[in-house]
Nanobody, 123 residues
Framework: EVRLVESGGGLVQAGGSLRLSCAAS????????VAWFRQVPGKEREGLSC???????YYADSVKGRFTFSSDNAKNTVYLQMNSLKPEDTAVYYC?????????????????WGQGTQVTVSS
């Protein structure tokens, strides 16, 4: 079983950048598909990006060109670099992982979730 802890959230002005981290323990990230999601109160969880266990990445149109998913297997950590942030990016951001064929930004297949980290973008 893998345990996930996100960090790196905070308050940033529009146009700014943040880098979120998701550290895994209890298992090796390299064996898992990992994804980033976000959620605003009252709305469904939105899939942003994912990386498969062979390193292929996928991005939702809403973040393509602004967000970059990377991984550091030596640190058992994945990152979401977020640039050109907009007020509508304000949400709680979660990482999720599971053993999958490929990866997906649909939340249902993921059994392992972090606790979330708040990102607030001011206008």
């Amino acid at each position: 079983e893998v345990r996930l802890v996100e960090s790196g959230g905070g308050l940033v002005q529009a146009g700014g950048s943040l880098r979120l981290s998701c550290a895994a323990s209890g298992s090796t990230f390299a064996d898992y598909a990992v994804a980033w999601f976000r959620q605003v109160p009252g709305k469904e969880r939105e899939g942003l990006s994912c990386i498969s266990n062979n390193g292929r990445t996928y991005y939702a149109d809403s973040v393509k060109g602004r967000f970059t998913f990377s991984s550091d297997n030596a640190k058992n950590t994945v990152y979401l670099q977020m640039n050109s942030l907009k007020p509508e990016d304000t949400a709680v951001y979660y990482c999720a992982a599971d053993v999958l064929l490929g990866c997906t930004i649909v939340p249902d297949p993921y059994d392992y979730w972090g606790q979330g980290t708040q990102v607030t973008v001011s206008s």
